[in-house]
C-alpha cells in the first residue's frame, strides 16, 4: 500500500536554500537604496512562510506587501487565476520582487507581471521557492522564468511549507508529495 505523503525537501534544505537565495537577492540588490527600498510581494497564503523567512535574512533595505492570488482546487488548476492585486500598492518606480511559492503552469506569474509593468515599476522579479519548468504553458516559457529558484521539481504535487490542498497540509514542516488516491490513515 503506498503512502498519501513522501518526503520531497526536509525543513533543513530548504532553510540552507533559503540562506543562499537572500544571500544571492542581497548581492544583486546592492545598490537599493533606503529611500526606494525593495519591496517583496508575496503572494498569498501559500509563499507566507517563505517570504516571512526570506526577508528576514535580506541585507538591504526592504518592505514587504501582499497579493491574493489562488488557481488551484485540490491538486488541478481550477481556471484562470483570481487576482485582488491590491489597487492600493503603488509601484511606480519600486524595485520589485514577487515572492511565490511555486511556478506551475506560469499564468498566476505571467498576470502578475504584466499588471506590475503596466503599473510603472522600475524593474519586476520572481522568486520562487519551487518550480515546475515542465508543466510551463507552451506559450509562457520563454516569459515566465523565475529568477531566483529555491529548487526545481518535477510534475508532483506537493503540500507543506505553506502549500496546501484545499486549505490543508499548509504547517506540515517539510516539503511533501501528496498523493490523494494513496491509502487513508497514512498522513505525517
Ligand atoms: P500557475 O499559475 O503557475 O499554474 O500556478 C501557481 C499556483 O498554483 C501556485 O501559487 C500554487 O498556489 C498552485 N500550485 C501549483 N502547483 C502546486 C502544487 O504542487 N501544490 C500546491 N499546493 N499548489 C500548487
Known amino acids: 500500500m503506498s503512502e498519501r505523503f513522501t518526503i520531497l525537501k526536509t525543513n533543513e534544505e530548504v532553510s540552507r536554500r533559503i540562506d543562499e537565495l537572500a544571500a544571492a537577492i542581497s548581492a544583486d540588490y546592492c545598490d537599493i537604496t533606503e529611500e526606494n527600498p525593495l519591496l517583496l510581494l508575496c503572494t498569498l497564503r501559500?509563499?507566507?512562510?517563505?517570504?516571512?523567512?526570506l526577508i528576514r535574512?535580506?541585507?538591504?533595505?526592504?518592505?514587504?506587501?501582499?497579493?491574493?492570488?489562488?488557481?488551484?482546487?485540490g491538486t488541478r488548476?481550477?481556471?484562470?487565476?483570481?487576482?485582488?492585486?491590491?489597487?492600493?500598492?503603488?509601484?511606480?518606480g519600486r524595485y520589485v520582487l514577487v515572492v511565490e511559492d511555486i511556478v506551475d503552469t506560469g499564468q498566476t506569474m505571467d498576470t502578475v507581471i504584466r499588471n506590475?509593468?503596466?503599473k510603472g515599476a522600475a524593474d519586476i522579479r520572481i522568486c520562487t521557492m519551487l518550480d515546475k519548468p515542465s508543466r510551463?504553458?507552451?506559450?509562457?516559457?520563454?516569459?515566465?522564468v523565475p529568477d531566483y529558484i529555491g529548487f526545481e521539481?518535477?510534475?508532483?504535487?506537493?503540500?507543506?511549507?505553506g502549500l496546501d490542498y484545499d486549505e490543508k497540509y499548509r504547517l506540515l514542516p517539510d516539503i511533501m508529495v501528496y498523493h490523494p488516491d494513496a491509502e487513508e490513515g497514512k498522513e505525517q
Open 57 to 73: 535574512k535580506l541585507t538591504v533595505p526592504s518592505e514587504i506587501n501582499f497579493l491574493k492570488v489562488h488557481s488551484y482546487q
Open 46 to 53: 501559500g509563499a507566507v512562510f517563505f517570504a516571512a523567512d
Open 136 to 144: 510551463r504553458y507552451p506559450q509562457l516559457k520563454e516569459t515566465v
Open 116 to 118: 506590475f509593468s503596466d
Open 153 to 161: 521539481i518535477p510534475d508532483l504535487f506537493v503540500v507543506g511549507w
Open 77 to 92: 488548476p481550477a481556471g484562470s487565476p483570481i487576482f485582488d492585486l491590491g489597487e492600493r500598492i503603488d509601484v511606480r
